[in-house]
């Protein structure tokens, strides 16, 4: 593997730390960033890569997204991620590997703060704070901000597929509006279930297709299988699982004016914000759109409002996205540069 320096995601990173415990048997990655707003902020998730290099790559991609979508929130924190290794699919983190990994976070001395991300849970958020206090998503107390993102997460996105919805198809509403979901776990399907109500047209894919099935019986909506989902012709396509999903190919095949989903990274490479823009689809920049995890449980950790709080900021990441779409119309730039250009200038990298 090249040197971390020499990778396309390098971005200048305050710090990149692999971790190794053997007696656990925890391997797993802390990138930081950007700390210039605050302590680097950013989930860690459990997951199986095909080597290590992806999973240092991945952690470098989400870290940066979390400084740039930390930075559009408003939130007084920086970027960072953190990813532990699986030794295979469908493996089960240990609570030795969990008490490793706090451990791991408290030696970094608050430079970053952990929460729950993909393969992760309430629960195991509560081993790892048995070894340090730099941890947000905790089971939430009153009506305190904290707890699961996820639907915090599925809140803000639901505001601006509508906000997309009205710019690029004029639509008041969303009655009739056709929506492809790719993903239904906690933020898909909260998506899908708010969408249901409006009356739209839904049409779901998950990686577990009987999940997919048993969501659509409840909410009377279509499936496809989850390789078909992004070339399904519908008004919006709303991509709520693993990113790096939106590439040339991807791209050339979306039958659709919008897309607006809550997956972190969804482009593969930034040439391909460029071919969206180039095809007349609407993007809404996911670390934008996909924000309202990191207010709850950020506003948690900063002992900062409670759940109207949490919500009030929630509400305002439409806004956010006009003022990203309405500088992509006046420029000809596609939405994810001018977000980007916007980001680097909040934690003065611009």
């Known amino acids: 593997m ?14 990149v730390h692999l971790i190794c415990d053997p007696q656990s048997g925890l391997k797993a990655v802390i990138a930081i960033h950007s700390t210039k707003l605050g302590p680097a902020a950013g989930g860690v998730r459990f997951w199986h890569y095909a080597d290590s290099g992806a999973a240092v790559t991945d952690a470098l991609r989400l870290s940066r997204g979390m400084s740039f979508k930390n930075a559009m929130a408003g939130l007084p924190l920086g970027g960072g991620k953190g990813v532990v290794l699986a030794p295979e699919r469908g493996a089960t983190i240990s609570e030795a590997q969990l008490l490793a990994f706090g451990e791991a976070v408290e030696s970094l001395g608050g430079r970053y703060v952990t929460a729950e991300d993909v393969g992760m849970s309430e629960a195991r958020m509560k081993v790892i704070a048995t070894r340090t206090r730099h941890v947000s998503g905790l089971p939430v107390q009153g009506g305190n901000a904290g707890g699961d993102p996820g639907p915090f997460t599925a809140l803000g996105i639901y ?3 509508k906000a997309a919805a009205k710019r690029a198809l004029g639509a008041d509403n969303m009655a009739g509006i ?11 399907g909260g998506l899908a279930r708010r969408l249901a109500a409006d009356g739209a047209k839904l049409t779901l894919a998950d990686v577990n297709a009987d999940k997919a099935a048993a969501l659509a019986k409840e909410l009377g909506a279509d499936t496809v299988a989850a390789n078909e989902i992004l070339r399904v012709s519908a008004d919006v396509v709303s991509p709520n699982a693993l990113g790096a999903i939106l590439t040339e190919a991807s791209i050339a095949a979306l039958d659709c004016k919008v897309v607006a989903g809550g997956a972190n990274n969804q482009l593969a490479t930034p040439a391909d914000g460029a071919r969206i823009h180039a095809r007349g689809i609407l993007y809404a920049p996911d670390y934008v759109i996909n924000a309202g995890g990191i207010i709850n449980v950020g506003l948690e950790y900063l002992g900062k409002g409670d759940r109207a709080e949490v919500e009030a900021r929630i509400a305002k990441i439409p806004a956010r996205l006009d003022e990203v779409w309405d500088e992509s119309a006046r420029t000809g730039a596609p939405s994810s540069e001018v977000a980007d250009t916007i980001a680097k200038r909040l934690i003065g990298r611009g």
Not at 2 to 15: K, T
Not at 178 to 188: E, F, T
């Open 2 to 15: 090249s040197a971390v320096w020499d990778l396309p995601d390098f971005d200048e990173h305050e710090g």
């Open 178 to 188: 056709h929506v492809a979901i790719q993903g239904v776990g906690s933020v898909g």
């Open 159 to 161: 505001l601006g597929v």
